[in-house]
């Protein structure tokens, strides 16, 4: 299935990618796929170091003429998101990503496909890997657990770089250019609650919503995609006048995924069950409508099912439910400064209930520390209302845009000489490591770009090959004329 991947220009990048592809490389599991770019390096013979943490980097003289320029770093992280749809049979711990060519675009077959950042890395690679690419003195930087922590770049140390511009290869659209990004905190809301057995006379059944569109919590936040927590607890309270009990619920995955699936596990009376069924219909339609154009593929099922755990408390239920209801989700609010920008919002990303306990997971996103926090603060508060426990961490800084640095200006003139129009250059909503590694590196001019990548964090992630043809060019230009 991956050989109509390695035939694609420019083969070096993804011939690269298929056998990065090959190897399991979840966040904080990356172990292996350290060690694959550590033997990558030594055996071109380049000097290659891993960190304390499993950061890699390896450095590159710089081409005939260009021996002494100051060194330029190309960074992309080594961590991938794991997704699958529930009925793709795969095992992210031994088993290789498996690609499809699909018209303009390379797919995964029901699983994510690791473009995020694993076309940035397979990039860097085929650099270090030429032999007739013109360019200053390298250093490559690949870092990991970028997805969940962002752990690499927090302890990456300073002093490993001489680079005084750093080109982050983790953009996911072809005509941008990031100058700056967003900070993050995980907000989590742990307690627990009354079980008791089901009553008598209770028939039980599974909720589940899926088919969602889903996507990344933070580029895609502002596309008004449904998300699957929050629409579960709205057909739950809802209809709580009908007596419904709820045993379980699992729903979402990842912090910085949109949740896509959610499952519950309820009881109604006897004597309820044509009314809920009735009710639960209606709102089914109902969300439907509201997210048509959106989450075209959403589907709301309730089927017959054994309720064999324990059942919630109906007072502590009741509690639960309100307060997933008043936990914000979505855009809290956008830029005044930065048209288009999404300034804070909150991605309510997993819910755990089940045998007396609850988990809510919340990543909470900003360009304003200050909004960032109180939003978080804002979550606190409502968790805090039912006695739950609610702890931050996780925390990174945004990174605030130079648009007057140097490389700006200059991928801004060479962009425009190429492609005969203007890059978008913005900041972004989502996390980059950018900001962190500034902290350390607080001189270091930075840039992200890269090619058209849609879908990311979910089974529908894509990149679009004529894209990465163009992303290619540019960076070899931009490294020639650097």
Not at 304 to 315: E, F, H, N, R, Y
Request: hydrophobic share 35%.
């Amino acid at each position: 299935m991956n050989e109509a991947i390695r035939a694609l220009e420019p083969k070096a990048l993804w011939n690269h990618f298929a056998d990065l592809n090959a190897v399991p490389r979840a966040s904080k599991k990356e172990e292996r796929v350290t060690q694959f770019i550590k033997e990558f390096g030594e055996k071109l013979g380049l000097p290659t170091h891993v960190d304390e943490v499993g950061n890699v980097i390896i450095k590159k003289p710089g081409t005939k003429g260009k021996e002494k320029m100051t060194p330029v770093a190309l960074q992309s992280h080594l961590d991938m998101v794991h997704q699958k749809n529930n009925d793709t049979p795969f095992n992210f711990d031994t088993d290789g990503i498996k690609m499809k060519v699909d018209g303009d675009w390379v797919k995964a077959d029901g699983t994510t496909l690791g473009a995020d950042n694993g076309i940035g890395v397979a990039t860097i690679m085929s650099i270090l890997g030429s032999k007739d690419i013109p360019h200053p003195p390298l250093e490559a930087l690949f870092t990991i657990d970028e997805e969940t922590g962002m752990t690499g770049a927090f302890e990456l140390k300073g002093g490993l770089l001489d680079a005084h511009i750093l080109l982050n290869l983790d953009t996911e659209e072809d005509n941008e250019l990031t100058i700056g990004c967003a900070g993050g905190v995980d907000v989590t809301a742990t307690g627990t609650y009354a079980s008791e057995a089901a009553p008598q006379g209770i028939k039980g059944y599974r909720l589940s919503v899926k088919g969602l569109t889903g996507g990344h919590s933070g580029t895609e936040i502002h596309l008004g995609r449904g998300n699957a927590n929050k629409l579960m607890n709205r057909i739950l309270l809802e209809n709580e006048g009908h007596g419904i009990r709820v045993s379980t619920i699992e729903g979402g995955s990842l912090r910085n995924a949109i949740p896509r699936e959610s499952a519950a596990s309820i009881g109604v009376p006897a004597d309820k069950v044509q009314a809920f069924t009735k009710d639960f219909e209606a709102i089914r339609d109902t969300l439907k409508s509201e997210y048509k154009t959106t989450d075209p593929e959403l589907k709301i099922e309730l089927t017959p099912a054994d309720l064999s755990g324990k059942v919630m408390a109906a007072a502590d239920q009741g509690r639960f439910l309100r307060a997933v209801q008043a936990c914000p989700g979505g855009i809290h609010r956008m830029s005044p400064d930065v048209k288009d920008l999404v300034q804070t919002s909150n991605n309510v990303a997993r819910i755990e209930l089940k045998d007396g306990k609850y988990t809510v997971m919340c990543l909470t996103r900003g360009s304003v520390t200050s909004e960032k926090m109180d939003e978080a603060n804002s979550i606190k508060a409502v968790f805090e209302l039912i006695d739950a426990k609610v702890e931050f961490a996780g925390g990174y800084p945004g990174w605030v845009p130079r648009p007057e640095a140097k490389i700006v200006k200059l991928m801004s003139s060479i962009y425009t000489e190429r492609f005969k129009s203007e890059p978008h250059v913005l900041a972004c909503h989502a996390g980059l490591e950018c900001g962190i590694l500034g902290t350390n590196y607080p001189d270091m001019e930075m840039i992200s770009f890269g090619p058209t990548i849609r879908g990311a964090h979910s089974p529908d992630e894509r990149a679009q090959i004529s894209s990465v043809q163009k992303f290619w060019g540019y960076l070899l230009e931009t490294l020639e004329r650097i």
